[in-house]
Each structure stands twice: as C-alpha cells, then as structure tokens.
T-cell receptor, first 109, second 115 residues
Framework: GQNIDQPTEMTATEGAIVQINCTYQ??????LFWYQQHAGEAPTFLSY????GLEEKGRFSSFLSRSKGYSYLLLKELQMKDSASYLC??????????FGTGTRLQVFP | EAQVTQNPRYLITVTGKKLTVTCSQN?????MSWYRQDPGLGLRQIYY???????DKGDVPEGYKVSRKEKRNFPLILESPSPNQTSLYFC??????????????FGPGTRLTVL
C-alpha cells in the first residue's frame, strides 16, 4: 500500500529553526510537495522536490532522499504567522497525489 | 486575478437530497481534482480530471460523481448525500502534468454538513 508519515504536532519558539520530517512508501515516485495550510483555509504550495538534495526558498528549505523515502521541511527564523499545518504529498506512478495527514506547528513567542 | 472558486462555501443539507458543488478556474489549467479533508485523515482525493471529458477515480470516489464538459469547470455531485459525507471539500487545479508546474492551486473550500 501507499503510506506517508509525518508527526502530528510540533511546537517551536519564535526566531528558532524547526524541521518537519516526512517518510513515504509509494508505488513509484514522481515528485514530493510541501503545502502550508492555515486553520480553515486552503493549502498553499511551498516547495517541490523530484531529485535528491536541498531546495532553498527564502526562510523555507526542503530536502529529499529518494533512496530513503524521506523528506524534511526546514523553517528558519520562525514567525508567529508560521503557525499552521504542513502537508507532505507524494505523486507515485499514477496521476494521484497522496497526502500525509499533516503536521500542526505551533509557534510561541 | 488567477483563482479557483467554489460554491457554495457552506452548506447544510439532509440525507438523500441531491446537491452539486461547483468549481471553476480561470487559469486554463488542464488538471482538476476534488479532495475531502477530515480530522486525522488528511486530504483524500475523490476524483480527478486530466482534461475535458476525461475523469478518473481517486482514493475515495464512492458516493460522488463529477463531470468535465468544459475546461474551466469541474462540478462535484452528491446524488444521495449521507452523514458520512460531512466534510471539508477542496477543488484544485494545476497547469499540466509533471515537474514543479504540477503545483496544485486550491479553492477556498466548501464545508458540507449532511444531517
């Protein structure tokens, strides 16, 4: 079967760095996405990885290791507005996009 | 403004009363999809469409129908809603298949309650 695992909840302090992990087992691999979703709102795209390595985009970076079925999202210089759920999603061999259940991040002052 | 719109945003209905949730995108995207989001289960794909007149089942298609007669519209139809279809529904679209342009743009969501 296909499975995506990520922690349910994490907490961090404003200004700190936090790493949100995602492990996946899918039939094939055609890309991994990270989305941010604030409570009651639609998910918004953060990053995309298809090759191994680190993709950096401002305060956010995403890493992928295809051999390990592993990715992480790194958030630097945390701000209060970063409190949200972070969704890991993988596209396997089919055209379906499989989402993890999301990691709810709470940032405290 | 480039966007995905859904209507209605909120709906309370009763078991068995047919309903349609509309979805429209103005970005000329090929790919459109419907998801439902439930606590502890995350986003699950209901149906998707690669292009006009091409639709396919996602992971949880039972109890739903879709159509894609025009590129911009992708309505979700519940012929006989049941309480287990109470959920938050999102429509999404993306430009094409593959690569970072595969990024999905989500509509604002429709919160459906079936009594």
């Amino acid at each position: 079967g296909q499975n995506i695992d990520q922690p349910t909840e994490m907490t961090a302090t404003e200004g700190a760095i936090v790493q949100i992990n995602c492990t996946y087992q899918t039939s094939g691999f055609n890309g991994l996405f990270w989305y941010q979703q604030h409570a009651g709102e639609a998910p918004t795209f953060l990053s995309y990885n298809v090759l191994d390595g680190l993709e950096e985009k401002g305060r956010f970076s995403s890493f992928l290791s295809r051999s390990k079925g592993y990715s992480y999202l790194l958030l630097k210089e945390l701000q209060m507005k970063d409190s949200a759920s972070y969704l890991c999603a993988v596209r396997g061999n089919t055209d379906k996009l499989i989402f993890g259940t999301g990691t709810r991040l709470q940032v405290f002052p | 403004e480039a966007q995905v719109t859904q209507n209605p945003r909120y709906l309370i209905t009763v078991t068995g009363k047919k309903l349609t949730v509309t979805c429209s995108q103005n970005m000329n995207h090929e790919y459109m999809s419907w998801y439902r989001q439930d606590p502890g289960l995350g986003l699950r794909q209901i149906y998707y469409s690669m292009n006009v007149e091409v639709t396919d089942k996602g992971d949880v298609p039972e109890g739903y129908k879709v159509s894609r007669k025009e590129k911009r519209n992708f309505p979700l139809i519940l012929e006989s809603p049941s309480p287990n279809q109470t959920s938050l529904y999102f429509c999404a679209s993306s430009p094409d298949r593959g690569g970072s342009t595969d990024t999905q743009y989500f509509g604002p969501g429709t919160r459906l309650t079936v009594l």
